[in-house]
C-alpha cells in the first residue's frame, strides 16, 4: 500500500499520517486530538492515471486538505486552516473556498515550470478573502463572467459577492417567499452549467424557521433553477447535484446513494451505496469523487442510512470514496479516523500533479512574497493633467 507523507502541513496541523492495507484493516489509535490518514494501495497510481489531484474541506475542524503525488510516487497532503471550511471550486490555477464568514480567492504563484519547495508544482496563496458574514456558505462555483456564485443557505438563495453590502442575492426557489436568516429549506448544493447555476438541491421545501429538519427522510428536492420547475422531490437530504455531459448526478445522502436523476422526468437510479452520509462530490473522468463523514451523535435518526448501514453490518466512515460511475464500483479511498469526523466538499484539480497551500494568519504567509518584476518597466506612470 502506498504510504502518505505529511509535507508543509499547516501550523497546529492535528494529523498523523498512516497507512491501512485494506478497508476494513484495524488502524492504529491515533493521539487524542488528532486524526490518522490512510489511502488504498492504488491511490497515487489512480491520481496518475487520471492527471489529477484533489481537494476537500472540514468545517467541522475548519480545514483544507490538498492531496497530490510526490516525485517519488507516494501520496502528499498539504493542511491549512480556515475557519469553517466548506465549499470548493477550482478553475484554471484559482481555488475559491467558502468559509464562516468569507469566500477566499487563493491563486497559484508559481510561473509554469517553477517549483515549490522543489516538490509542489502549484503553490496556493490567499489573495482576497470577500467578507459575507455568517449566512452559512454551502457549495459555490464561477460562472462564466467570472463572478463566484455561492449558495447562501442562511438566507435560502443563491448570490454573488457585493463590494458594498454582504452579498447581492441573484435567485430564491419559487417556493421561498422573502429572504430572511431563517434557513428555511436547507438550500446546500449547485450544479454549474454553460456558466450559469443549473440546478440546486434543499432538504424539503419548507417555507418556515429551520422547518426542514422535520423533513430530513422525506421531500428533499432539486430544483432548475432557470424555470423554478422541481425535478423531483423523492430524495432524502440530497446535496451537490452535478451536470457532466448531459446527465444529472446527485447525492441522496439520507440513504447513502450517489445517484442519476433523468432532468425531464425526475426518474433516479442508484449508482453506489457509500458507508457514511455523503456531503461533497466532484466529477472527473468518469469518476464520482466524494465525501463521506460518520453521524455526529452516534446514529443517523430518521434516516434510512442507518438501517443500510445495520443491514450491511458496517460502520461509518470519515474520509473520500472513489466511485466508477460506469459500474459503481468503489475503486480508491482516504481513510480518516481520529479527531476529524465530518467533511464536506471535495473538488478535482485536474493537471495539477502535487499541490500545496498557505494558511491564513501563518508564518509563511507573511513571508510568501512575489511580484513580477518585468512589469516595473513595462507599465506606463500616469501622466500629470
Not at 113 to 139: C, K, M, S, Y
Not at 168 to 190: Q, T, V, Y
Amino acid at each position: 500500500m502506498a504510504k502518505a507523507e505529511k509535507k508543509a502541513a499547516g501550523n497546529d496541523a492535528p494529523v498523523n499520517m498512516g497507512a491501512a492495507s485494506a478497508p476494513d484493516a484495524a488502524l492504529p489509535a491515533p493521539a487524542p486530538g488528532t486524526s490518522q490518514i490512510s489511502v488504498s494501495r492504488g491511490l497515487s497510481a489512480w491520481l496518475a492515471t487520471h492527471r489529477t489531484s484533489l481537494a476537500f474541506s472540514s468545517y467541522q475542524t475548519g480545514q483544507l486538505f490538498l492531496v497530490g503525488r510526490q516525485p517519488n510516487g507516494t501520496v502528499s497532503f498539504n493542511q491549512q486552516n480556515f475557519s469553517r471550511a466548506m465549499g470548493l471550486s477550482w478553475s484554471h490555477g484559482r481555488l475559491y473556498l467558502g468559509s464562516l464568514c468569507q469566500v477566499w480567492r487563493l491563486e497559484n504563484m508559481l510561473r509554469p515550470g517553477e517549483r515549490g519547495n522543489d516538490t509542489f508544482d502549484v503553490v496556493l496563496v490567499p489573495r482576497n478573502a470577500q467578507t459575507t458574514g455568517d449566512i452559512d456558505i454551502h457549495e459555490l462555483g464561477v460562472d462564466g463572467d467570472g463572478r463566484v456564485v455561492f449558495v447562501n443557505t442562511k438566507y435560502s438563495c443563491l448570490c454573488t459577492p457585493d463590494l458594498t453590502h454582504s452579498f447581492k442575492p441573484i435567485w430564491k426557489p419559487p417556493f421561498i417567499s422573502k429572504l430572511a436568516p431563517e434557513d428555511r429549506c436547507h438550500l446546500n448544493g449547485m450544479a454549474m452549467t454553460d456558466g450559469r447555476p443549473a440546478y440546486v438541491t434543499a432538504v424539503s421545501r419548507s417555507d418556515v424557521l429551520t422547518g426542514w429538519r422535520e423533513r430530513r427522510h422525506e421531500g428533499g428536492v432539486i430544483v432548475e433553477v432557470q424555470t423554478g420547475r422541481i425535478v423531483t422531490d423523492q430524495l432524502s437530504m440530497p446535496h451537490s447535484p452535478r451536470a457532466v455531459n448531459g446527465r444529472l448526478y446527485a447525492l441522496d445522502s439520507g440513504r447513502g446513494q450517489i445517484i442519476e436523476v433523468d432532468p425531464r422526468t425526475g426518474e433516479k437510479r442508484d449508482i453506489a451505496f457509500c458507508p457514511g452520509f455523503l456531503r461533497g462530490m466532484t466529477i472527473h473522468d468518469g469518476h464520482a469523487i466524494v465525501t463521506v463523514s460518520k453521524p455526529r451523535d452516534g446514529t443517523f435518526k430518521h434516516l434510512s442510512l442507518d438501517g443500510e448501514l445495520k443491514a450491511r453490518d458496517a460502520e461509518a466512515w470519515c474520509g473520500l470514496l472513489i466511485v466508477d460511475l460506469t459500474n459503481g464500483n468503489l475503486v480508491e479511498w482516504i481513510r480518516l479516523e481520529g479527531h476529524i469526523t465530518e467533511l464536506f466538499d471535495v473538488t478535482a484539480m485536474p493537471g495539477v500533479v502535487c499541490p500545496m497551500a498557505v494558511g491564513p494568519d501563518t508564518p509563511e504567509m507573511r513571508g510568501t512574497i512575489s511580484f513580477d518584476a518585468a512589469l516595473l518597466d513595462s507599465t506606463p506612470l500616469p501622466q500629470a493633467a
